[in-house]
């Protein structure tokens, strides 16, 4: 079975931090890039984060770079997003992806159904 399954969304006050992981099933994970997305209330989903299958090649978005950081550990078949110095803005429902390549750059065939991080003042 093909799956994804983020964890800890949460809240939390604008400065501070959290971290997301993302594990995967072995038939989704092994060989593959992956990702993170983020959709805000009102809003289009939008790119965050993608890291390369052997982890060297990663990819953050100008609105999160500097304070957000992907990695991944293929042993465990998970991948992180750690948050720091969170802003209101980064309020959204955060998926993990996955796409068939071991690069990142393209479309991510597979989603998460999403963990919510809310970031108040």
């Known amino acids: 079975q093909v799956r994804l399954v983020e964890s800890g969304g949460g809240s939390v006050q604008a400065g501070g931090s959290l971290r997301l992981s993302c594990a995967a099933s072995e038939r989704i994970f092994r060989n593959n890039a992956m990702g993170w997305f983020r959709q805000a209330p009102g809003k289009a989903r939008e790119f965050v984060a993608a890291i390369s299958w052997s982890g060297d090649d990663t990819f953050h978005a100008d609105s999160v770079r500097g304070r957000f950081t992907i990695s991944r550990d293929n042993a465990k078949r998970q991948i992180y997003l750690q948050m720091n110095r969170l802003k209101i803005e980064d309020t959204a429902v955060y998926y993990c992806?996955?796409?068939?390549?071991?690069?990142?750059?393209?479309?991510?065939?597979?989603w998460g159904q999403g963990t919510r991080v809310t970031v108040s003042s």
């Open positions: 992806a996955a796409r068939d390549s071991e690069g990142w750059r393209g479309i991510f065939e597979s």
